[in-house]
């Protein structure tokens, strides 16, 4: 049952995530999304705070920079919530 509950949940976070990215898409514009949001960033959310994981420094500063207002429109749409917080971190491939 805990399994249940667990992979209901953790379809469900993906489903919201794949909202996000669907609704920050419209709002930035597909060239822009593409570039910045497409390959090979993530997208993390729970309790307000939208994580972004991208493969250096440079990706996740422009990407807080220069889209932060779409990426809040973007959470608000999907989730009725404003955003917290944006965090940025960079991964290794």
Same mark, same amino acid.
Request: proline residues 3%.
């Given at each position: 049952?805990?399994?249940?509950?667990?992979?209901?949940?953790?379809?469900?976070?993906?489903?919201?995530?794949?909202?996000?990215?669907?609704?920050?898409?419209? =709002?930035? %514009?597909?060239?822009?999304?593409? /570039?910045?949001?497409?390959?090979?960033?993530? $997208?993390?959310?729970?309790?307000? #705070?939208? =994580?972004? %994981?991208?493969?250096?420094?440079? /990706?996740?500063?422009?990407?807080?920079?220069? $889209?932060?207002?779409?990426?809040? #429109?973007?959470?608000?749409?999907?989730?009725?919530?404003?955003?917290?917080?944006?965090?940025?971190?960079?991964?290794?491939?």
């Amino acid at each position: 049952m805990q399994d249940t509950i667990r992979d209901e949940c953790s379809r469900a976070r993906g489903a919201r995530i794949s909202a996000i990215g669907e609704t920050l898409a419209e =709002k930035a %514009g597909p060239p822009k999304y593409r /570039i910045w949001f497409k390959h090979p960033t993530t $997208l993390a959310f729970a309790d307000g #705070l939208l =994580k972004v %994981g991208a493969s250096n420094l440079f /990706i996740a500063s422009w990407i807080k920079d220069y $889209l932060l207002h779409e990426i809040s #429109l973007s959470v608000r749409a999907v989730t009725e919530r404003f955003l917290r917080k944006l965090g940025t971190a960079r991964f290794n491939l």
